[in-house]
């Protein structure tokens, strides 16, 4: 009943005296001493992201005018939740932008192969936050991978200017 309800995007207040044994709330009652709670759901659009409760140890206090101030305060936690996620998808997006920045710099440098391959391979790491990142190219004249960049976690197996058979490397 409790899930339907909060799937349906409606609050649900309980007597926590009344409630099933060996459901996910039936043990708040007994744990901390409360008799009444208010689980409302906090929404975006067309959708649950979280939930807020409220609990009294006395049954009773869930009125009206509570209910209203709760549903207002979900609309808060709603709007902190969504702005959150805002900030951390706007900083991961200036963090790619950065590395094709650093990246597209290294290629137009002058430098040597070596040099821009290990740049992509640093520049990859931060933006998609990896563990690790290895970049091969391919020589055609041996038919070989060859590793050259690698970031992040320590390989025993890939080290930079290694060469692999092209073929069965997959």
Avoid: C, K, M
Avoid at 45 to 72: K, M
Avoid at 77 to 100: G, H, P
């Amino acid at each position: 009943e409790v899930w339907e309800a909060l799937r349906n995007r409606h609050t649900v207040v309980l007597d926590l005296n009344y409630v099933t044994p060996g459901t996910n709330v039936s043990e708040l009652g007994p744990r901390l001493g409360l008799r009444e709670l208010a689980v409302v759901p906090v929404r975006h659009e067309d959708q649950t992201i979280g939930f807020l409760t409220i609990g009294y140890r006395r049954v009773g206090h869930l009125s009206d005018r509570v209910l209203e101030l709760l549903e207002t305060i979900s609309n808060h936690v709603a709007a902190a939740i969504v702005t959150a996620r805002a900030r951390t998808e706007a900083a991961q997006r200036d963090r790619e932008q950065l590395a094709l920045h650093r990246i597209s710099s290294a290629i137009v440098s002058g430098e040597d192969v070596e040099h821009v391959l290990q740049a992509i391979a640093d520049a990859s790491l931060e933006a998609l936050a990896a563990d690790r990142v290895t970049v091969f190219r391919y020589v055609a004249e041996t038919q070989e991978l060859q590793v050259g960049g690698a970031a992040g976690l320590s390989s025993r197996l890939y080290h930079i200017g290694q060469r692999l058979p092209a073929a069965g490397t997959a």
